[in-house]
């Protein structure tokens, strides 16, 4: 087995990247190069890695949030104009946000925890201190617990049940339905579920990544989700795109990702 197959939030990561040139194009062809020259890790890499890291020093998610946002600014943030102003505001303040930045930032919570309540807690705690909306968490909890049940070995079935018994979300579409009418949304509720069923709908990692950006929707954010999940379901991720996706990084990030995995490796 090749360890760097099995990075914990490396697949989030790669999904991240590799969506990150579709993200306005509309792209509804699977047939892409995942890593052109001009592909790049954006804020959903950025504040995976913030959670990640709150995770590693019991630091609070609002906190690590504005540190990495603050640190890691435009162009490979591509922050939402009120994440942004959040960052810039003397008193940030949770914002009543429905946006997918909630559930994109969350991956490291599914890996970490090992108790359902635990990951449903956290992803909530990780959401709120922006997107505090309803909406806004129940996308970071779905996603969360959809890796979770993922790492712990359900079934493709008892995934799909449980999300959509807990959630209401509709997970009984498939990729080419979803392909035909969807386009870009940037809120929770129209891009999570789409995500899981770009996961759900795939025989392999590589064609999760592909049917999330052939959806033509926000790319980078629905693959990033999209990614995590599929990491934890299929346990193995292609070494070619851990390397890849890792060269990306500046040092610090990627200091990260191995401080995660030595503290929680799959």
């Given at each position: 087995?090749?360890?760097n197959t099995?990075?914990?939030?490396?697949?989030?990561?790669?999904?991240?990247?590799?969506?990150?040139?579709?993200?306005?194009?509309?792209?509804?062809?699977?047939?892409?190069?995942?890593?052109?020259?001009?592909?790049?890790?954006t804020?959903?890499?950025i504040?995976?890695l913030?959670?990640a890291e709150?995770?590693?020093t019991?630091?609070?998610?609002?906190?690590?949030?504005?540190?990495?946002?603050?640190?890691?600014?435009?162009?490979?943030?591509?922050?939402?104009?009120?994440?942004?102003?959040?960052?810039?505001?003397?008193?940030?303040?949770?914002?009543?946000?429905?946006?997918?930045?909630?559930?994109?930032?969350?991956?490291?919570?599914?890996?970490?925890?090992?108790?359902e309540?635990?990951?449903?807690?956290?992803?909530?705690?990780?959401?709120?201190?922006?997107?505090?909306?309803?909406?806004?968490i129940k996308?970071?909890?779905?996603?969360?617990?959809?890796?979770?049940?993922?790492?712990?070995?359900?079934?493709?079935?008892?995934?799909?049940?449980?999300i959509?018994?807990?959630f209401?979300?509709?997970?009984?579409?498939?990729v080419?339905?979803?392909?035909?009418?969807?386009?870009?949304?940037?809120?929770?509720q129209?891009?999570?579920?789409?995500?899981?069923?770009?996961?759900?709908d795939?025989p392999?990692?590589?064609?999760?990544?592909?049917?999330?950006?052939?959806l033509g929707?926000?790319?980078?954010?629905?693959?990033?989700?999209?990614?995590?999940?599929?990491?934890?379901f299929?346990?193995?991720?292609?070494s070619?795109f851990?390397?890849?996706?890792?060269?990306k990084?500046p040092?610090?990030?990627?200091?990260?990702?191995?401080?995660?995995?030595?503290?929680?490796?799959?």
């Amino acid at each position: 087995m090749n360890p760097n197959t099995h990075i914990p939030i490396v697949g989030s990561i790669i999904g991240d990247i590799a969506g990150s040139t579709h993200e306005f194009t509309g792209n509804k062809d699977p047939n892409v190069d995942l890593f052109p020259p001009d592909a790049e890790y954006t804020d959903d890499s950025i504040l995976t890695l913030a959670t990640a890291e709150a995770l590693l020093t019991g630091s609070g998610y609002g906190d690590m949030y504005l540190i990495f946002g603050q640190r890691h600014p435009y162009p490979y943030g591509g922050y939402g104009v009120r994440f942004a102003e959040w960052l810039r505001s003397e008193d940030p303040m949770p914002y009543n946000s429905w946006g997918n930045g909630s559930a994109m930032r969350v991956s490291p919570i599914g890996f970490a925890l090992d108790t359902e309540a635990d990951v449903l807690r956290e992803a909530a705690r990780s959401a709120a201190v922006t997107h505090d909306h309803p909406e806004g968490i129940k996308g970071a909890q779905a996603t969360a617990l959809a890796l979770f049940l993922a790492r712990k070995g359900a079934s493709r079935d008892e995934l799909r049940s449980a999300i959509t018994t807990r959630f209401g979300y509709d997970l009984s579409r498939t990729v080419e339905q979803v392909r035909a009418v969807y386009h870009f949304n940037e809120s929770c509720q129209g891009t999570v579920p789409e995500a899981l069923i770009a996961f759900l709908d795939a025989p392999d990692f590589e064609a999760a990544i592909r049917n999330a950006i052939s959806l033509g929707g926000d790319a980078d954010t629905v693959a990033c989700i999209t990614g995590g999940v599929a990491q934890a379901f299929f346990k193995a991720v292609p070494s070619a795109f851990v390397e890849q996706a890792l060269n990306k990084l500046p040092v610090e990030l990627r200091g990260i990702v191995a401080r995660f995995a030595e503290r929680w490796p799959m």
